[in-house]
T-cell receptor, first 113, second 119 residues
Framework: DQQVKQNSPSLSVQEGRISILNCDYTNSMFDYFLWYKKYPAEGPTFLISISSIKDKNEDGRFTVFLNKSAKHLSLHIVPSQPGDSAVYFC????????????FGTGTQLKVEL | GAVVSQHPSRVICKSGTSVKIECRSLDFQATTMFWYRQFPKQSLMLMAT?????????EQGVEKDKFLINHASLTLSTLTVTSAHPEDSSFYIC???????????????FGPGTRLLVL
């Protein structure tokens, strides 16, 4: 049962344009959402997070939007840079859940020159 | 940021042997560490939560006797895959949680992963 889904396995964007990565979830108990970036042969690194009491969180070029009614969140990267090319994982956790994370399947982002 | 290391980064073993993977937090103490496995093109699946000085908590469907976890100190957790079989071949990643209970949930730092291939 995949509670966190990233339906696009890959995304290709031109440098300077906006990258939009999407994530859907099914568990209504999730109250905290995170995005991680992962390069090959490395562990995921934290990018940005959002609490369910908010609908938007921005940090530099990265913005995460949360639509609770649709159980959907998205990560916007603008402007996209070649160094952003990586696999992006959406993750979610439940309050009081011992900080356990449930991950999506990931989206491979390729930013082309 | 905080650094988490894993050793080895890659291991090939024969079916039936046991393999130990180490996860170390290099510059902080981690009361909680997590072990994940990732199959190709799939998400990271949480296997177990490891708390220093106590028994690990395993996720549903994960065999405790198969995947032995020991968290002997605040900087080291080990995962031993016992009597490994080809289906155990996977990418194993650990993470270390920095902070007190109830702290920001993003303060979880991941190791680089260990690629296990069982022949």
């Amino acid at each position: 049962d995949q509670q966190v889904k990233q339906n696009s396995p890959s995304l290709s964007v031109q440098e300077g344009r906006i990258s939009i990565l999407n994530c859907d979830y099914t568990n209504s108990m999730f109250d905290y959402f995170l995005w991680y970036k992962k390069y090959p042969a490395e562990g995921p690194t934290f990018l940005i997070s959002i609490s369910s009491i908010k609908d938007k969180n921005e940090d530099g070029r990265f913005t995460v939007f949360l639509n609770k009614s649709a159980k959907h969140l998205s990560l916007h990267i603008v402007p996209s840079q070649p160094g952003d090319s990586a696999v992006y994982f959406c993750a979610a956790s439940v309050k009081g859940g011992g900080n356990k994370l449930t991950f999506g399947t990931g989206t491979q982002l390729k930013v082309e020159l | 940021g905080a650094v988490v290391s894993q050793h080895p980064s890659r291991v090939i073993c024969k079916s039936g042997t046991s393999v130990k993977i180490e996860c170390r937090s290099l510059d902080f103490q981690a009361t909680t560490m997590f072990w994940y496995r990732q199959f190709p093109k799939q998400s990271l699946m949480l296997m177990a939560t490891s708390n220093e000085g106590s028994k690990a908590t395993y996720e549903q469907g994960v065999e405790k006797d198969k995947f032995l976890i020991n968290h002997a100190s605040l900087t080291l957790s080990t995962l031993t895959v016992t009597s490994a079989h080809p289906e155990d071949s996977s990418f194993y990643i650990c993470s270390a949680y920095l902070g007190l209970a109830g702290g920001p949930r993003e303060t979880q730092y991941f190791g680089p992963g260990t690629r296990l291939l069982v022949l």
